[in-house]
């Protein structure tokens, strides 16, 4: 659910650009939200600041993240040779800039372009794979880090020698 809200909120922050706007805005809605909805809905009236303070912090996360992206969306537009934006440049903006991919296929299509989403999934999938061969080696790591815990071999602290060409070691393996 709080994905679905921060996509709302994302679209009306990116209306709000388009109108000009591009300081946070929608968090000063709150009390009237307050007003219309508070009998029915108590908590909001409870946390009203609360809410206030979460949605402007998130208008001004988006808010960079919505400059950098429509930067670099216009450029890669500008660039497409055809009708189809590729893969590996929606997954850029997603990946890199944060930029939603919903959100880069409804500008899209404001200009007659479609989403190569294939694409756009392989690059997913080749991170997700990169994310998990990294979990694994951060396991290896870990496994590795427990063999040689000086605690558990029994071996005296590590003694730091400066100024000394020659220190004579104990080796383990």
């Known amino acids: 659910q709080g994905y679905v809200l921060r996509r709302i909120l994302r679209r009306a922050a990116r209306h709000g650009r388009l109108l ?16 219309e909805m508070g009998d029915a809905y108590p908590e909001i009236r ?27 969306f216009e450029k890669i537009a500008e660039g497409t040779k055809g ?13 890199t800039y944060g930029f939603p991919y919903d959100l880069t ?8 372009l479609t989403l190569d989403q294939q694409g756009f999934e392989k690059a997913m999938d080749r991170q997700r794979e ?34 000394t060409l020659a220190i004579p070691a104990k080796l383990l393996f």
């Open 20 to 35: 000009g706007a591009h300081e946070p805005l929608i968090y000063k809605l709150v009390p009237t939200l307050v007003d």
């Open 130 to 163: 990169q994310s998990r061969s990294a979990a694994a080696f951060e396991g290896h790591l870990s496994l590795i880090s427990n063999i040689f815990d000086k605690e558990k071999l029994d071996l005296p602290a590590t003694e730091f020698v400066r100024n």
């Open 46 to 72: 409870e946390k009203h600041s609360h809410i206030e303070n979460v949605l402007k912090a998130e208008e001004e996360s988006f808010g960079r993240t919505l400059e950098t992206g429509l930067d670099l």
């Open 83 to 95: 009708k189809v934006i590729g893969g590996e440049d929606v997954f850029r903006l997603y990946d």
């Open 105 to 112: 296929e409804i500008m899209a299509n404001e200009r007659g």
